[in-house]
Structure formats: structure tokens, C-alpha cells
């Protein structure tokens, strides 16, 4: 016969927080694809951050020491929540674990801030490009929703490369956001201007954006003037390949690399590539 001390189930010990790491919660979380996923997570009032800029997040659990990773916050400087938008790699010492979150489950998040694309690092302009691929389009959700762009810049041009046209599902909805926001549509009214296009599957725009531009199709489409260095300003975050051809184009039309010590006219964020 069983006792009744023996029949009695020890509590789980729940993992340990490293020190000085914050343990938020999982708000929502939406599945795009079967690659791509965005999450909502509570934001520690101690927290702040530029618009643009990314945080290490991780999980608990395992053994050893949490296994943190860069990701750029999607939402605005101003939201109560905080927004990210990944990848799922089935073996990613992370994103497969990731992925696999609900609402109420707990995200690690380191309380430091940072990164190159902030609005600070750039020159005075009148346009801002935004040039992303794949999950390269999240820190640039933070900016256009952010105030404070359209006080600098008078127009934005978001561009998102992807391989198919399910992957634009997030930059279509942030676009439709964006006109329906109370704080900001009336500023972003015929002022953003999206640019998707795919490279794996035909679509209404197909192609490359470095060819786009070269050819010059982009600005045919748009209806808007060639890029030029004393009225643009450009970002850049995505993949290894089209960070290179970006920076390469831009500078030789005349564009100079910047940073928040040395402001230019653009920017190119290489803590991580989708």
C-alpha cells in the first residue's frame, strides 16, 4: 500500500530568471505562414527604446543559461505592448522553440536597447527609403508608426522583397494599419508609399529591388523622382546579399554611410539577417 506521503506530487520549480532580465508575457500571437509569425509581448515600464532599434529576447527553461537573440521591435516607441515579427527555422536553436508560443507563455528580455536604424543617424531629408527583405520590414513597422517620421521627412517609401506572395501578408496588413491608425493615419494620408514585390512567384511587381531601381522601374511605378543624395535618406535590414547591393548602389550615386555619432544619408542595420 502506497502512503499517502509518497502519493503526494512535488510542485514543478519554475526556471530561473537570470538577473536583470525582465519575464514578460506573451499577449497574442498571429501565424502568417508556414515561416513566418508575429507576437505581442507586455513591455516593462522601465523599458525605453528608439523606434527602429532591437532587444534581445529569449525563453526560459533548459538547462544552462537562456540562449537570447536579437530582434527588432516592431511596434513604437510610444506602444504599451511590444511587437516582434519572426521567422520559424524548424532546428533554430530558438525560433523552434519560438515559434511554439501562446498567450499567456513567458518571453525573456534583456532591458538594452540599440541599434543604426534610428531617424537620429540620418541627415536632414525629404524622403525616407526603407529597404527590407523577408523579416527586414519589422523595425521599419516601428518607424512608420512612429510620430516623430513625419516631423523629419515629408515622404517614406517602404520597399519588402520576399521569395512568395503569401509572405507579404504582415506589410500589407502594416499598410492597412497605418491608414486606419487614430494617432497617425492623417499624417501618413499620401505620404507612405509601399512597394512589394516577390522573386519566386509571379505577383503584380516581380523582381529583385536592386534591379527595380537600376532600371528604373521603381520610381516609374511610384511616379516619384530618381533617388538623390541631397533630398533621400535610406535604411537598409535584411539579407546579407541585398544589404551589399543596397549600400553598394547607394553609394555610388553619392550617398554616405551613418551613424548616431556621425549622421549620413543612410543606414544599414547588420546585428542580424532573416
Not at 509518497?6 to 505562414?33: F, N, R, W
Not at 512568395?164 to 499624417?187: C, F, M, N, S, T
Not at 539579407?239 to 548616431?260: Q, Y
Request: proline content about 7%; overall charge negative.
Amino acid at each position: 500500500m502506497q502512503s499517502s506521503a509518497a502519493a503526494v506530487s512535488q510542485p514543478e520549480t519554475a526556471p530561473a530568471i537570470p538577473a536583470g532580465v525582465h519575464a514578460e508575457t506573451v499577449v497574442s500571437v498571429k501565424h502568417y505562414t508556414d515561416r513566418l509569425f508575429s507576437f505581442r509581448i507586455t513591455r516593462p515600464q522601465s523599458l525605453r527604446f528608439r523606434s527602429g532599434e532591437f532587444v534581445m529576447i529569449g525563453l526560459p527553461g533548459g538547462e544552462g543559461k537562456p540562449l537570447f537573440r536579437a530582434y527588432s521591435v516592431a511596434s513604437p516607441a510610444w506602444d504599451e505592448e511590444l511587437e516582434f515579427y519572426s521567422i520559424k527555422v524548424p532546428d533554430g536553436p530558438l525560433t523552434s522553440k519560438l515559434q511554439k508560443i501562446q498567450p499567456g507563455d513567458t518571453i525573456l528580455l534583456r532591458p538594452r536597447s540599440t541599434g543604426t536604424l534610428v531617424t537620429d543617424a540620418l541627415l536632414p531629408g525629404r524622403r525616407l527609403f526603407l529597404f527590407s527583405t523577408g523579416t527586414g520590414i519589422a523595425p521599419f513597422a516601428s518607424i512608420l508608426r512612429d510620430p516623430d517620421t513625419y516631423e523629419k521627412f515629408d515622404q517614406i517609401i517602404l520597399t519588402q522583397t520576399v521569395r512568395e506572395r503569401a509572405e507579404l501578408a504582415y506589410g500589407e496588413e502594416l499598410a492597412h494599419q497605418l491608414a486606419e491608425d487614430p494617432l497617425i493615419g492623417e499624417l501618413t494620408a499620401g505620404r507612405v508609399h509601399t512597394y512589394m514585390t516577390t522573386t519566386r512567384e509571379i505577383s503584380p511587381r516581380t523582381g529583385r529591388i536592386t534591379a527595380l531601381i537600376e532600371s528604373g522601374t521603381l520610381f516609374t511605378d511610384l511616379d516619384i523622382a530618381p533617388l538623390d543624395p541631397e533630398h533621400d535618406r535610406g535604411m537598409i535590414c535584411g539579407s546579407m546579399h541585398m544589404l551589399k547591393d543596397i549600400k553598394a548602389l547607394l553609394e555610388s550615386r553619392g550617398f554616405e554611410e551613418g551613424s548616431l555619432n556621425k549622421p549620413g544619408t543612410f543606414v544599414v542595420e547588420r546585428a542580424f539577417v532573416d
